[in-house]
């Protein structure tokens, strides 16, 4: 298995901008982590930027960055997307999210002119942008009995594993995030202990 589960991110949203012949170019970024907040940000920035003539985009998604998508939403074909999604690739970044909002200034940039306009400013925006590490987790939801509670939480405490949805009634169930790299030491560990499903 694959044990590179760390990738880079960025921490919150940042804005670029570049200026043609009275086009403007406005690249903005934003840290998601699925397609659906995608579509609502791509969806609310078209009402909010309403009156531009284009919103091109493109995001990857997951620590492999196996997941992603461009649009050059009306400009011509691999103008505008595929260079934003070049940016995001040069920038070694996964888990993000570009559209660059296009005000038409009036005079035609030419195919060239347009893939140095939306690589620049969404350039601007990445660069503005706080990097992160992310790790690659999954979330196990285990359930063990009284008697295993105190092997389950110090395998928890030693592997220092977040948790959430505790339930300490009947029957003990809560749910924690593992590394990817640990996840076979975590069940292995786990084995005798609780009962893991993943979620």
């Not at 804005?15 to 995608?38: C, M, W």
């Not at 995001?59 to 992603?68: A, C, E, N, P, T």
Request: with cysteine.
């Amino acid at each position: 298995m694959d044990c590179n589960d760390a990738y880079s991110s960025i921490a919150a949203p940042s804005e670029g901008l570049f200026k043609d012949n009275g086009s403007r170019f406005i690249a903005l970024a934003y840290p998601v982590e699925t397609q659906q907040q995608v579509k609502d940000i791509v969806a609310s920035l078209k009402k909010e930027y309403h009156d531009a003539r284009h919103h091109c985009y493109a995001y990857r998604l997951g620590y492999k960055g196996d997941v992603f998508r461009s649009s050059d939403d009306g400009e011509p074909s691999g103008s505008a997307g595929r260079p934003i999604l070049g940016q995001i690739d040069s920038a070694g970044l996964s888990d993000v999210l570009v559209v660059v909002v296009r005000y038409f200034g009036g005079i035609k940039l030419g195919i060239p002119g347009l893939i140095r306009a939306y690589k620049t400013s969404t350039a601007d925006a990445l660069s503005h942008a706080p990097v992160v590490e992310k790790i690659a987790g999954v979330w196990f939801r285990l359930s063990f009995g009284y008697d295993a509670m105190n092997t389950v939480m110090k395998v928890l405490k030693d592997m220092d594993l977040p948790q959430r949805a505790q339930n300490f009634g009947m029957e003990c169930s809560l749910e924690v995030r593992v590394r990817l790299s640990a996840v076979a030491d975590f069940r292995e560990k786990m084995e005798n202990a609780a009962k893991l499903e993943e979620i």
